[in-house]
Nanobody, 119 residues
């Protein structure tokens, strides 16, 4: 099993920045893909960004391109999400996810961390 622990959420004013972190532990030897999803109140969970820890390739949903940056450390099995120019619409619970590869489903999920953007 793999355990994921997120940190770094909080309250920030619109236009500000936050950095989320997610550390994986347990049976991580075959884990290469990590990513972030978010769920706003009353809405379904949606993809935000993902990456291959070994290859470095990254993917983003259109609404965060140019504002969010995903990065990771394969040795530590850790992924980060640097969020800049935050907007009110970015308010959500952010979930870390992990899996064997970007081409397969994410099998493991964190407990979520709240990000609230205020006017």
């Amino acid at each position: 099993q793999v355990q994921l622990v997120e940190s770094g959420g909080g309250l920030v004013q619109a236009g500000g920045s936050l950095r989320l972190s997610c550390a994986a532990s347990g049976r991580t030897f075959s884990m290469d893909a990590m990513g972030w999803f978010r769920q706003a109140p009353g809405k379904e969970r949606k993809f935000v960004a993902s990456m291959s820890l070994s290859g470095g390739s990254t993917y983003y949903t259109d609404s965060v391109k140019g504002r969010f940056t995903i990065s990771g450390d394969n040795a530590k099995k850790t992924v980060y999400l640097q969020m800049n120019s935050l907007k009110l619409d970015d308010t959500a619970v952010y979930y870390c996810a992990a899996g064997q590869a970007l081409s397969t489903r994410f099998d493991y999920w964190g407990q979520g961390t709240q990000v609230t953007v205020s006017p």
